[in-house]
């Protein structure tokens, strides 16, 4: 199966800054999605197709990247983007999520 | 407004089975496949499998091949999953969610705690 590595494990960030979170597959994919976790409840959808935001997701979010390299990024960091983050592929069987990012703020 | 709405909190004993629903609403129910997936206390997502309700047709992740069954019933928009010979490595929170690309609805989950 196709294992996802998502880094860092738990990124800090203030609010303003950029951050980026990246999603390594162990295999070539087609395309990356992205869901956004905070505690209590279910994820949500995020980025979907490698680069297109989900409704509702503010612009300073983005996503990119190809083959095996995928990441997430916020432009500028605000309180509400305190989260966990997983990337999610399916371009082969199994289906699978990478362990997430949790983004705290300081 | 597309809803998915998971059955109530379980508890059941080692070795014994349950069945967790999800009822859809809002939305075409046989157009979309319906998927679940395992979340542990504190960790990451598994992909259980899924169903096309139009069809019934299934795929699952091989993990869970022996311990989970999908089922439709059409006439209520609902989604089943069954889970056998429960352990306590079988307590988490189980999503069902609605896909076409992503997964674009989830339900709330539901938690399962298997102990005696």
């Known amino acids: 199966q196709i294992v996802l590595s998502q880094s860092p494990a738990i990124l800090s960030a203030s609010p303003g800054e950029k951050v980026t979170m990246t999603c390594r597959a162990s295999s070539s994919v087609s395309y990356m999605h992205w869901y956004q976790q905070k505690p209590g409840s279910s994820p949500k959808p995020w980025i979907y197709a490698t680069s297109n935001l989900a409704s509702g997701v503010p612009a300073r979010f983005s996503g990119s990247g190809s083959g095996t390299s995928y990441s997430l990024t916020i432009s500028r960091v605000e309180a509400e983007d305190a989260a966990t983050y997983y990337c999610q592929q399916w371009s082969s069987n199994p289906l699978t999520f990478g362990a997430g990012t949790k983004l705290e703020l300081k | 407004e597309v809803q998915l709405q998971q059955s109530g909190p379980e508890l059941v004993k080692p070795g014994a089975s349950v069945k967790i629903s999800c009822k859809a609403s809002?939305?075409?129910?046989?157009?979309?496949?319906m998927h679940w997936v395992k979340q542990s206390h504190g960790k990451s997502l598994e992909w259980i499998g899924y169903i096309y309700p139009y069809n019934g047709g299934t795929g699952y992740n091989q993990k869970f091949k022996s311990k989970a069954t999908l089922t439709v019933d059409n006439s209520s928009s609902t989604a089943y999953m069954e889970l056998r010979s429960l352990t306590s490595e079988d307590s988490a929170v189980y999503y069902c969610a609605r896909t076409k690309l992503l997964f674009d609805y989830w339900g709330q989950g539901t938690t399962l705690t298997v102990s005696s």
């Open positions: 809002g939305y075409t129910f046989t157009d979309y496949n």
